[in-house]
């Protein structure tokens, strides 16, 4: 258990990245938060491989979450599968429920379309209350 809250645990997620995967990462947080105001930040799923955990994002639901893996930085919806289609998503075609978007070296974060996807994530979330 931390005694920190769940925004400074992410603080501490995206402080440990650097180069690219840390520009991505405040860059889509900055869009999220921005797409969502309301949006309340957890952290979730610390196991012995990943003790510091995985960014959420909630608002009546799980909105998204950001995966930090070896080549890329992976944003993922956790309804993306009832979205509108995106040509942003580019993994996690094939299921049923979540849609992703792998960012790599020298990929730019478009961040207008970021929080397109998470208003519309939202409006999911709101819609099934």
Known sequence: MSDKSDSEQIDDIIAQQSGWKQDVLV?????????DPAAVEAVKYKKPSKPEGVPFWTHDGDVCFVDVLKSAVRLTFAKGARMERSDLFNTRLDSKVVRAIDYF?????????VKALVAEAVELNVAAK
């Open 27 to 35: 860059a889509l947080r900055a869009a999220i938060m921005a797409a």
């Open 105 to 113: 070296d020298g990929d730019r974060v478009d961040e207008a379309a």
